[in-house]
């Protein structure tokens, strides 16, 4: 169990907490909690909880922003007395669950609470590691001398091993890079350090822990793995809620999925090298085996396609042109294998190696030779690597073997759960048909706060004319507005074309994405006056920037999913293959999530208001803008550009 972090609360008399008492009006909550106002859905989302976990069911809960959302979900989950699973999209959420929320918790609970927050293993430093780099000589630098000596002499006295309270260390740091747990490396059982380990530490709390915290990531990286020997890194649990649930089908694609790329293979050629010469087993027939690797890896991959991501059903023509290619390259890693596994005395360290090895024969194997007729296959080239990737089409059929059906309740909360008042398109990508929803509605009065402004003079934003004439309109919105405004696009292409445009006829601060990291970006935006920033989807959600500084959200266009893309492309498919209409039942649904998550960014808090422009009348001109119009919240509409003006009083 973690100490939680503590917090000035005046603690409440210990008494038996109900989840009505607790929110009720003259309740807990409203003793303790300086700025409290009763709200109806919060508790009426924390008896949905309660009730889901006790009697062993899976809820969907959509609550708008505002609604105290996180409380509604941790109360109960206390309160069940079972251990529960709380997994969030961004690590901002996490950190206010565990450094705000659940302290405050604490000081109104008689009990402990116990309480345990884990990070991916690359958070953790690796001791084997550091024990094994201040043998090494081969330092690559004279700052890097000194950083590790301060991560030498840390590893002697943390706790927990967790980087974060290594508060001077660069976010990309080389040391760190060199030293941190990542399971590449890591000999598990047969590690000298295995008791002593910080992850088999952070191991340990969670199974004394009854509240887990975790990110998406972590929580189905986990569950890709439970099945495995190595790797599982949760206690078994009764209950998980996943908070920005609208998040977890991609992810649950990643991990369900496979990928082998090119420079996985070379990582392993550097680090077998590396390691067989500071272990003192590296052999001539070793160094040959390596080489071979690299040339047997280089030949396969450069027969793939080189550019962007593109589908690959031609496995079978493949093979019997390039079948040597390919039964070369298995060879090639069997032989590395095999001698790994001769090597006497060093089991620890040549395991992890073996183990990778392995893994990418087992990947490429399932690539080339399954057919499994269930995944898209699909190539991606980021910078140098080319990767060999297969998605599960439909990511329900996993979630429902390896999650539905095994644990008591598993319970979704986000605010864009919904498409026009229904849960039917997230329940059926995610395998929940069976599971019990609510809406909370929000707190704010979105007729009042925002103003959505669709201007009707634009082109069709698929025509090349199209860029020039939003161009002119984003420069007089923003006029109008004095800057204080999230220009968000849906593909960096449309962005940088129209930043050019704009630059140098805008006098406001802007802000560009790509020249600075994101939570850099958010941070210059916050505390630049009039700023303007220019992003794509990754500030479409997890971006919160309350008060005037944010007083308008531009879209370009319809945040549709790009049809040819691979995964898409056979999503669109499977659905047309049986009967159903892709557009409506796919297409429009995950295109009205984005945007309502896009908007999301404006409102939030009962003091903000705004303006929303959509650049892309599509909306008002075509019939399926209906499902979008009833899918946002009641903003206050109009498409007269005065009415902007006169929300600014320009
Ligand atoms: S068990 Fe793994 S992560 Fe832990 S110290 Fe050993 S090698 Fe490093």
């Not at 109960?76 to 705000?100: A, C, D, H, M, W």
């Not at 030293?179 to 969670?206: E, S, V, W």
């Not at 908070?243 to 977890?248: K, M, Q």
């Not at 040597?324 to 006497?344: H, I, K, M, P, V």
Request: contains cysteine.
């Amino acid at each position: 169990m973690s100490t939680l972090p503590q917090v000035n609360t005046k603690p409440d008399k210990p008494r038996k907490i109900t989840v009505q008492a607790f929110f009720a009006r003259g309740g807990t909550l409203s003793r303790a909690h300086p700025n409290y106002e009763y709200r109806h859905g919060q508790l009426e989302m924390a008896r949905a909880v309660e009730s889901a976990i006790a009697e062993h069911k899976h809820l969907l809960v959509e609550a708008g922003t505002g609604t105290g959302k996180t409380l509604a979900y941790l109360v109960p989950s206390i309160l069940s007395g079972k251990r529960v699973v709380i997994s969030t999209g961004t690590k901002n959420l996490q950190e206010q669950l565990y450094f705000k929320d659940l302290p405050f918790l604490q000081s109104l609970f008689a009990q402990p609470l116990s309480v345990c927050y884990m990070k991916g293993r690359a958070n953790y430093l690796c001791r084997q590691k550091v024990y094994d780099a201040e043998r090494d000589p081969v330092l690559s630098g004279l700052d890097e001398i000194g950083d590790f000596q301060l991560i030498y002499d840390w590893e002697q006295k943390t706790e927990a091993g967790d980087r974060s309270e290594l508060r001077w260390l660069a976010e990309n740091n080389t040391w760190w890079a060199k030293l941190d747990a990542r399971a590449d490396l890591c000999a598990g059982k047969k590690c000298k350090q295995f008791d002593r380990c910080f992850i088999t530490a952070m191991h340990r709390r969670a199974a004394e822990s009854d509240i887990i915290i975790v990110n998406h990531h972590l929580f189905f990286a986990d569950l890709a793995m439970r099945d495995q020997a190595f790797g599982s890194i949760l206690p078994d649990y009764s209950a998980v809620i996943f908070d920005e649930a609208h998040e977890i089908e991609d992810v649950a694609g990643q991990y369900f999925g496979m990928s082998v790329s090119n420079t996985q293979i070379q990582e392993l050629i550097k680090d077998t090298a590396a390691i067989s010469r500071r272990k003192l087993f590296a052999t001539p027939e070793l160094d040959r085996t390596l080489i071979q690797l690299g040339d047997q890896t280089e030949q396969l991959f450069h027969l793939f396609p080189q550019e962007g991501r593109q589908g690959f059903r031609e496995q079978e023509s493949f093979l019997a042109e390039h079948g040597e290619s390919y039964g070369e390259l298995q060879l090639a890693l069997e032989a590395l294998c095999a001698r790994l596994e001769l090597t006497e005395g060093v089991l620890e360290d040549t395991l992890p190696l073996v183990r990778r090895a392995r893994l990418i024969q087992e990947g490429l194997r399932f690539w080339m030779e399954s057919g499994d007729a269930s995944f898209v296959y699909w190539t991606e080239r980021r910078g140098r690597g080319l990767y060999l990737q297969a998605t599960p089409i439909d990511v329900s059929q996993a979630l429902t073997a390896r999650l539905i059906d095994r644990v008591d309740s598993v319970i979704l909360t986000s605010a864009t759960l919904t498409v026009a008042d229904s849960f039917d398109y997230a329940q059926t990508r995610l395998g929940l048909q069976a599971a019990r929803t609510l809406r909370v509605e929000s707190q704010y009065d979105y007729a009042k706060q925002a103003l959505l402004y669709v201007p009707q003079r634009l082109p069709d934003p698929r025509q090349p004319e199209f860029t020039a004439s939003a161009a002119a309109e984003i420069e007089r919105i923003l006029h109008a507005s004095r800057g204080r405004a999230f220009v968000l696009f849906t593909s960096y292409q449309q962005m940088r074309q129209i930043y050019q445009l704009l630059q140098p006829r805008l006098d406001h601060p802007l802000l560009l994405q790509g020249d600075a990291p994101r939570n850099a970006l958010i941070e210059a935006f916050r505390e630049t006056p009039g700023a303007v920033l220019f992003g794509t989807s990754s500030f479409w959600q997890g971006v919160d920037v309350q008060g005037e500084q944010l007083s308008c959200v531009i879209i370009d266009r319809l945040p549709f999913a790009v049809p040819s893309d691979p995964v898409v492309a056979a999503r669109i498919e499977a659905i047309q293959h049986h009967g159903g209409n892709a557009f409506y039942e796919y297409q429009i649904p995950q295109a009205v999530l984005a945007l309502k998550q896009g908007f999301g960014r404006l409102i939030r808090s009962t003091a903000d208001r705004g303006i929303l422009a959509l650049l892309d009348n599509r909306i008002t001109k075509l019939q399926y803008g209906r499902v979008f119009f009833d899918s946002l919240p009641a903003y206050r509409f109009t498409t007269k550009f005065d009415d902007v003006r006169d929300f600014f009083h320009v």
